[in-house]
């Protein structure tokens, strides 16, 4: 009989079904770190755990017998998924559960913060009875802004529209058409959108993009009495700007449930007035707890009984066969997303990709998964893998497209993958050279032969004399090596527009794209991260 261990408070309904299942063995142990966990680990078959317990690679090391992790609840930032992955422990979570609450939430923060409740309540018990101080702004007719329209971010712009208030959006990965559906107004960058709103939420992962993707200079673009709230995760608003920003009353209010560092020690808001804050309560509900917990026990239960891998985060369950002789080219269409996503930013409506030659033999619905994996990435708070790519780019409203032909043309094999947006459209391709090096040999209509790992620096520019030289100039003074280049343009003529390619073997600082946004001729210049070369993604490693 599998024994599986709960290693945060689980709700009952949760437990019970683990314990009436008869096929498993249940131990509570809450509260274990370091030494002490690594060792309890190592005598379960499985673990439950919420957001309390880290689950560090130290925590996994050696261990032979743990199969599978269930977290209750949406984030895995507590457990080390490449850890858990390169020891074949699959983790699963139930990103659904807690959505309505953690919507309900956000609304509930951002009426507290609009009638003064907190402060009100705290004057009554002080023996005061003081109303011309407390009042407080109505919602209906105001303005929201919501960073993150995913599952929570969609619900509380359901929510917000009840209570008659206009909903601003900003959601790389939400189709327009999906949007207007949901009645919110979209822009193509928080800096647009921030002007127009008296009230702003976010409702994104925390991610390289997101971390303090609020500070001084956008509370600045923000009109003056603006209340904000963050119900997602510590971090995306930069605390000190808020901080900064409440001093100087431009802020008209800050609730936050999450925290840079949790629990926070001190948290220099705690006190301050306008601000209101709960310790990570958004999923605390009997309900919430209750789906997570009861949908975690229902993983575990099919995993140890039937094998079933559901709602995993890091486990793709491919058949070795399909996998075999595919594997370059999965890491070459996964490429192409993760690169798309990053040079061109627009809110896409669909994804086609484009198989020709002798890769249209083979399972091309794999390829575009991969590609959407690579594509949503840095986007979604759960890990992206093959499996649930598709069925997220699908609820965002995202159609996604093949088409084949068998014809060879200038390559044995090509992939075309192309972003559709609604006013624009962004393609790149890619081969395989040998089993295992992709490279790039289109970007919009230009040719060219690039590598697709590590840093690159993608630039426009016009194809005259004298713009290379300038670049090459600029990252030699700043000591960035060029480990490889190439240049391609649309047209034969020169004088037209091209676009360049930099492999880099280090990230050039901001001053450096500035100088080279200065020579003219250059148009635009874009960093793009991606894995190093050889490195594949922990879905397709072996
Ligand atoms: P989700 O994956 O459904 O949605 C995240 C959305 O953020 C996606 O639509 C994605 O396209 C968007 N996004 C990513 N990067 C972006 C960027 N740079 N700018 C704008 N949008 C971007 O996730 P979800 O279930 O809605 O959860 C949202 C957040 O709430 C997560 O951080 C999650 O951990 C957190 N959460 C907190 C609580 C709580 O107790 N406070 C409870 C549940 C979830
Ligand atoms: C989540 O990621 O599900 C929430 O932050 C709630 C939690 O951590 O329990």
Not at 8 to 28: A, F, H, M, R
Not at 191 to 210: I, S
Not at 361 to 390: C, Q, W, Y
Request: aromatic fraction near 4%.
């Amino acid at each position: 009989m599998a024994r599986v261990i709960v290693l945060d408070p689980l709700s009952k309904e949760g437990l019970d079904l683990l314990q009436s299942s008869g096929q498993i063995e249940v131990e509570v142990r809450t509260g274990l770190k370091g030494k002490e966990l690594h060792d309890a680990l190592l005598e379960f078959d499985g673990a439950i755990c919420r957001s309390g317990v880290k689950i560090t690679a130290a925590a996994l090391e050696g261990n032979r017998r743990l199969k599978a992790i269930a977290r209750a609840g949406v984030g895995v930032d507590n457990i080390d998924t490449e850890a858990a992955t390169r020891q074949g422990i699959v983790v699963m979570n139930t990103p659904g559960g807690n959505t309505i609450s953690t919507a309900e939430h956000t609304i509930a923060l951002m009426l507290a913060l609009s009638r003064n409740i907190h402060p009100a309540y705290q004057s009554l018990i002080e023996g005061r009875w003081d109303r011309k101080q407390f009042t407080g702004t109505q919602l209906a007719g105001k303005t929201l802004g919501i960073i993150g329209l995913g599952r929570i971010g969609q619900a509380v712009a359901v929510r917000a529209l009840a209570l008659e208030m206009k909903v601003l959006g900003y959601d790389p990965f939400l189709s327009a058409h999906r949007a207007k559906e949901l009645g919110i107004k979209m822009f193509s960058s928080p800096r647009e959108l921030l002007p127009h709103v008296h009230y702003l939420t976010v409702h994104t992962p925390l991610t390289d993009e997101t971390r303090n993707l609020i500070g001084t200079d956008e509370i600045r673009a923000m009109r003056q009495g603006v209340r904000l709230i963050n119900c997602a995760r510590g971090g995306i608003y930069n605390e000190a700007a808020l901080v900064e920003g409440l001093k100087s009353g431009h802020l008209g209010g800050v609730a936050l449930d999450v925290y840079e560092n949790e629990p926070p020690s001190n948290c220099p808001l705690f006190g301050m007035p306008n601000v209101l804050c709960t310790p990570h309560l958004g999923a605390s509900t009997k309900e919430a707890q209750s789906n997570v917990a009861v949908e975690a026990a229902e993983l575990l239960i099919d995993f140890f009984t039937t094998g079933a891998i559901r709602q995993s985060v890091n486990m793709a369950p491919l058949d070795p066969k399909a996998l075999e002789g595919l594997r370059g080219y999965l890491d070459l269409s996964y490429r192409l997303g993760l690169f798309l996503a990053q040079v061109d930013r627009a809110m896409p409506v669909a994804c086609k990709l484009r198989y020709r030659g002798e890769i249209c033999k083979k399972d091309t619905r794999l390829l575009s998964a991969a590609f959407a994996a690579g594509l949503l990435e840095h986007a979604m708070e759960s890990p992206v893998n093959i499996v649930n790519a598709e069925v997220l780019l699908k609820e965002r409203g995202i159609e996604l497209v093949e088409e084949r032909t068998s014809d060879v043309g200038d390559f044995s094999s090509m992939i075309t993958a192309e972003v559709v947006s609604e006013d624009r459209t962004a393609l790149a391709s890619g081969t395989l050279f040998g089993n295992n090096m992709p490279r790039l040999v289109q970007k919009a209509d230009c040719r060219l032969e690039s590598y697709l790992d590590g840093t690159l620096l993608v630039f426009h520019h016009r194809d005259v004399p004298g713009v290379i030289g300038q670049v090459g100039n600029i990252f030699g003074r700043h000591q960035i090596n060029i480990a490889q280049m190439s240049v391609g343009r649309g047209t034969n003529q020169p004088g037209g527009a091209a676009i360049g390619v930099l492999a880099l073997d280090a990230t050039p600082p901001a001053e450096a794209l500035a100088e080279m946004l200065a020579v003219p001729g250059v148009t635009s210049a874009t960093i793009v991260k991606l894995p190093p070369a050889g490195a594949l993604p922990p879905w397709l490693r072996a």
